[in-house]
């Protein structure tokens, strides 16, 4: 039986509504295949590499650590090869 108000041309509604909505967040990933490596090459490269002087001839760690870096990402990018990975994640 209906609960009505005042009149009786209004009846009480009631709703329940969710509002717990998944959002799903796509990521894109390069990961170096580290398996397929060319391992010579990158050896060939290094090996001739003035390392002591690109650490101890800079003003600090924290200065010589960035170009160290950047000349190991560069040749890295050059002898191993990448494979782009997509993964998936619902957030609620």
């Known amino acids: ?6 009149s009786q041309d209004h ?10 909505i998944s959002l799903r967040t796509t990521c894109k990933s390069l990961i170096w295949d580290y398996s397929n490596a060319d391992v010579e090459g990158l050896e ?6 003035p390392w002591d002087l690109m650490i101890f001839n800079s003003p ?3 200065n ?3 170009d160290i870096t950047d000349v190991i990402n560069q040749n ?4 191993i ?3 782009q990975t997509c993964t998936s ?3 609620s």
């Open 11 to 20: 009846c009480l509604i009631f709703a329940e509504v969710n509002y717990n």
């Open 60 to 62: 600090g760690a924290n």
């Open 76 to 79: 890295a990018n050059d002898f």
């Open 89 to 91: 994640k619902t957030k």
């Open 1 to 6: 039986m209906p609960f009505y108000l005042l």
């Open 64 to 66: 010589a650590f960035p």
């Open 44 to 49: 060939d490269v290094f090996f001739p590499l």
């Open 81 to 83: 090869p990448t494979n």
